[in-house]
C-alpha cells in the first residue's frame, strides 16, 4: 500500500511541476523562446545588409516586412487583348510602356533642366498624371525629400551631387581583413566590391558571426574563400540609352502611393486568363532581354513561369525554351504554361519545357538570348515564410553555397550562348555577393575556360525614365543594376546584369 501511495505521489508532483513550469505553444514564454526561421534571416539582414545599405537599410526593411506586396499585370496575348487593357485602364492601372515613352520624351526635350532638377533634390513627383496632364515638363528624382545617402556609398544619382560617373569613376578599395573585428565590421568608403578590385574580400560582405550548422560551428565568411580565386580582373563596359518595350508586351501598374490590388484574373473567350500577376521588378530582367523576332530564348531557371510567360507575351521568339531542375519545379512551368497559353498559336514545334541542371546545359551557341534568373535567398519571401525557408538551421551549407551555385549557373550560360548573343543575370537578393561578385566571378571563369570577350551594359540612362516608378540603388555597384523596395511601390529587391558576348 505504501508503494502504491508512493507511486500516485509521484505521479502527482509530476503534474504539479509540469503545470507549473510546462506551457502551452501559444504561451508567452515559449513564443519568447522560439526562434524562428524568418527572424533568423531578419537578424542576418540587420547585420549584413545594415553594413551594405547604410541609413537605407531601415526603409528598405520596412517595405520588405510589409505584408502588402505590389505586382503588375501582364496582359495575355491569347486571350482578348483589347477588353484586357480596356478593364485594367478603367480600374486606373496604366501601360508601362505609356508611362516609359513619356518620361523619356520629357528626358529628352529637357535634359539639362533633367539633371538640375535632379541636383536640386526636390524629391519624387507622382506620376498619378502622366498620361492625362500635357503639362508634366520634367521628371524629378525618385529619392524621397528626406532621403540621406549612407556616408560613404556611392548612388545612381551621384549626379546630385555634381558628381558623374565620368568624372569620378569606381576606384578598388582596400578591404579591411576580416580578422581585425569579426562581429562588427566599419563601413569604409565604397564598401561594396568593386570588379577590378581583389574579389578576395567578397567574404568580408557577410557578417562574421558563428552559425550553427549540422555538426559544428561554422564561420559564415570562411565559405566565400571561394571568390579569392576571382583576382584582379576586368571587362569593357558600354551605356545603353533606351529600354525596348516589345509591341505586344503590355504591362499595367499602379502609381505611387496607390496599392490597389488587380483582381485575379477571369478565362476570356479563348479559354484562357486574361493577364499574369508579377511582381513589379521582375518585368526588368525581361526588358533588358532586348527581345526581337526570330530570338531563340532559354530561361534557364525558369519557375514558376512567370518570366517565361512574359517573354512569350511578345510573341518574338522563333523558339523558347523553359528550364528548371527539379521536376516539382517543372510541373509549376507548365501549369503556368496550360492556364495562359493552351491550344493557342502554334507554340507546339515552338515552346519547349524541359528537366535539366542549367549548369550542365551544353546546348552550344543555339541560343542568342539567354535569362539566368538564379536561386538566391529570396529576401522578401524568407521574411514572411517560414515553410522551406532557406535559413532554417539545417539549410546553413546549402545557403552558405548559393554564390557558388549560381556563379556555375552564370558561367555556363556565358559559355553557351552564341556570339552576338545577349545573357541577363538576375537574382531577388540584396546581396552584393550573390549579384555584383557573381557576374565578376562568372566573367572571369568564362574567359578562362572560352577565351570568349563579354561587354557589359550599363543601363542606368535607359532606366531613367522609369524612375518614378522605381528606386534603383547602385550602392558601388558596377555591373549590375539593382531596384530596391520602398513603400510607395513595394516590389523587389530585383538585381539584374546585362552581358553581351562579342567573340
Not at 508503494?3 to 519568447?32: I, T
Not at 529576401?379 to 515553410?387: A, G, K, N, Q, W
Request: charge should be neutral.
Amino acid at each position: 500500500m505504501a508503494h502504491l501511495f508512493n507511486r500516485l505521489a509521484s505521479r502527482e508532483l509530476a503534474r504539479m511541476q509540469v503545470a507549473r513550469y510546462g506551457h502551452k505553444a501559444d504561451h508567452w514564454a515559449v513564443v519568447r523562446r522560439k526562434k524562428t526561421h524568418m527572424g533568423r534571416a531578419l537578424k542576418h539582414f540587420d547585420e549584413f545588409y545594415g553594413n551594405v545599405y547604410g541609413k537605407s537599410w531601415e526603409n528598405i526593411k520596412t517595405a520588405l516586412l510589409a505584408e502588402e506586396h505590389k505586382y503588375m499585370a501582364v496582359v495575355n496575348s491569347f486571350s482578348d487583348m483589347d477588353r484586357i487593357k480596356s478593364e485594367l485602364e478603367s480600374q486606373g492601372a496604366m501601360n508601362l510602356r505609356t508611362i516609359y515613352e513619356t518620361y523619356k520624351e520629357h528626358i529628352d526635350e529637357n535634359p539639362t533642366m533633367y539633371k538640375k532638377r535632379k541636383k536640386a533634390k526636390q524629391g519624387r513627383s507622382r506620376m498619378e498624371s502622366v498620361i492625362s496632364d500635357a503639362e508634366i515638363s520634367m521628371v524629378q528624382s525618385n529619392y524621397p525629400t528626406d532621403y540621406a545617402s549612407p556616408t560613404s556609398l556611392s548612388t545612381d544619382d551621384d549626379e546630385e551631387r555634381g558628381i558623374t560617373p565620368e568624372d569620378q569613376p569606381l576606384q578598388p578599395v582596400k578591404m579591411k581583413p576580416i580578422e581585425s573585428d569579426l562581429n562588427e565590421v566599419a563601413l569604409d568608403e565604397n564598401r561594396i566590391v568593386h570588379p577590378n578590385a581583389n574579389l578576395s574580400g567578397l567574404y568580408e560582405f557577410v557578417p562574421a558571426t558563428k552559425l550553427k550548422g549540422m555538426e559544428d560551428w561554422i564561420l559564415e565568411s570562411q565559405h566565400y574563400g571561394y571568390y579569392k580565386e576571382g583576382s584582379e580582373f576586368s571587362v569593357n563596359i558600354e551605356k545603353e540609352v533606351v529600354l525596348t518595350f516589345p509591341e505586344y508586351l503590355n504591362i499595367y501598374t499602379f502609381e505611387e502611393d496607390n496599392d490597389s490590388r488587380f483582381p485575379s484574373p477571369k478565362k476570356g473567350s479563348t479559354g484562357v486568363l486574361d493577364y499574369y500577376l508579377l511582381d513589379g521588378a521582375s518585368v526588368l530582367p525581361v526588358l533588358a532581354l532586348d527581345l526581337q523576332s526570330s530570338d531563340v530564348v532559354l530561361d534557364m531557371c525558369a519557375a514558376p513561369g512567370g518570366k517565361t510567360l512574359s517573354i512569350l507575351q511578345t510573341l518574338m521568339p522563333h523558339m523558347m525554351v523553359a528550364n528548371d531542375v527539379q521536376k516539382s519545379r517543372v510541373q509549376r512551368i507548365r501549369k503556368v504554361i496550360d492556364e495562359y497559353t493552351a491550344g493557342i498559336g502554334q507554340w507546339e514545334n515552338r515552346l519547349f519545357v524541359t528537366e535539366r541542371d542549367a549548369r550542365f546545359i551544353n546546348d552550344k551557341d543555339m541560343f542568342n538570348k539567354i535569362l539566368v534568373d538564379v536561386p538566391c535567398t529570396t529576401d522578401r519571401h524568407v521574411l514572411h515564410s517560414e515553410e522551406n525557408n532557406i535559413f532554417k538551421p539545417q539549410r546553413v551549407r546549402e545557403r552558405l553555397k548559393i554564390p557558388e551555385l549560381q556563379a556555375a549557373i552564370l558561367t555556363n550560360a556565358l559559355k553557351i550562348i552564341s556570339v552576338g548573343g545577349t545573357v541577363v543575370y538576375s537574382t531577388c537578393s540584396l546581396s552584393p555577393i550573390q549579384n555584383d561578385g557573381v557576374v565578376g566571378m562568372a566573367l572571369k571563369k568564362a574567359w578562362e575556360e572560352t577565351n570568349s570577350v563579354m561587354i557589359v551594359k550599363d543601363m542606368r540612362e535607359a532606366l531613367d525614365p522609369l524612375r518614378c516608378l522605381y528606386r534603383f540603388g547602385n550602392f558601388g555597384l558596377k555591373y549590375g543594376h539593382i531596384a530596391i523596395p520602398t513603400l510607395s511601390n513595394n516590389w523587389g529587391p530585383m538585381y539584374f546584369c546585362k552581358i553581351i558576348r562579342t567573340r
